[in-house]
């Protein structure tokens, strides 16, 4: 074989890789512009979902909605009794530990409301799926409207405890709408992949349960990332819910996004494909859901 044979073999090649890559693409895009428009079509239908899903949750209870409020005050009571009162514990750069805790605290409840609740987002709505047309993939939106809800709620009590520690309002404060964006991509990934494969496995209710568990101990939200030796950090951050709750806590600390160009890179890394995996599953699964349900 000659070099010239060669280098028409090889520019025929990159050409065809270079044409699939383009294809693939050009699919994903349309279908990410379908799917917006669809919640632009359907805005009005999900937000009349959240807010009846909202008043559903606290129905018939005195307090309310301040009820959810009040679980996760008790959790930071406990945890700050233990960890700040018997163990002297403290956040980073001297940082009380309850302030620690809560920023960590508050996107983490966050995401495991709203993983939770979606994970049977296509049982519960089981008649609207058999009985009307309806794109059963913004099914997931409808909690994270709801969630959303508290959510900031509890962003301002953070704003105020950060306040009373002496930890001002800076310019990076805005930087929590991008965390927040970012932390709704993977909860939409890993909500399609749940709630398609709940449809059709039960049992992955409890194995969520007890995942999130461990989840939870492996994120940084009561321990400090500077206690992680350095071999194993990599490890650590490919953890999604690691660069999310850093995020929050450049409320206090006024560190911008772009300064954490690892963590991202390793957030999105992860992100991106489970993204791609739970809308993926869903689609195919989608068209059975109305036999088995």
């Known amino acids: 074989m000659t070099g010239s044979n060669l280098d028409v073999i090889l520019s025929r090649s990159f050409w065809a890789i270079y044409l699939q890559c383009r294809r693939v693409i050009m699919?994903?895009?349309?279908?990410?512009?379908?799917?917006?428009?669809?919640?632009?079509?359907?805005?009005?239908?999900i937000w009349a979902m959240a807010k009846f899903d909202v008043a559903s949750r606290y129905a018939g209870t005195i307090g309310g909605v301040l009820?959810?409020?009040l679980h996760p005050a008790?959790?930071?009571?406990i945890y700050w009794f233990v960890f700040s009162l018997g163990f002297k514990a403290r956040g980073p750069a001297g940082m009380p530990f309850i302030l620690y805790f809560v920023s960590g605290l508050v996107p983490w409840l966050f995401f495991s409301e709203v993983l939770v609740s979606s994970m049977n987002a296509v049982t519960a709505n089981a008649a609207l799926i058999k009985k009307t047309v309806f794109p059963s993939e913004v099914l997931p939106l409808v909690h994270f409207v709801s969630s959303s809800v508290t959510h900031v709620v509890l962003l301002v009590i953070l704003c105020i405890l950060a306040w009373c520690y002496g930890?001002?309002?800076?310019?990076t404060v805005i930087q929590v709408i991008y965390y927040y964006a970012?932390?709704?991509?993977?909860?939409?990934g890993l909500s399609w992949l749940v709630g398609s494969l709940q449809v059709f496995h039960r049992d992955l209710g409890q194995a969520i349960t007890a995942v999130l568990g461990l989840w939870f101990w492996l994120t940084p939200v009561v321990w400090s990332p500077e206690m992680i030796?350095?071999?194993?950090?990599?490890?650590?951050?490919?953890?999604?819910?690691?660069?999310?709750?850093?995020?929050?806590?450049?409320?206090?600390?006024?560190?911008?996004?772009?300064?954490?160009w690892r963590q991202a890179l390793c957030f999105w890394s992860v992100t991106c494909p489970v993204l791609l995996l739970g809308a993926y599953v869903f689609r195919r699964l989608k068209p059975h859901f109305a036999d088995v349900l």
């Open 74 to 77: 008790l959790t930071v009571v």
């Open 27 to 45: 699919t994903l895009l349309h279908r990410l512009g379908a799917f917006i428009f669809k919640l632009y079509r359907y805005r009005g239908v």
């Open 67 to 69: 009820w959810a409020v």
């Open 229 to 260: 030796p350095p071999r194993y950090s990599l490890i650590f951050e490919l953890n999604p819910l690691y660069y999310v709750l850093e995020g929050y806590r450049s409320l206090m600390t006024g560190v911008p996004f772009w300064l954490h």
């Open 167 to 171: 930890y001002g309002p800076k310019l």
């Open 182 to 188: 970012a932390l709704g991509c993977f909860l939409l």
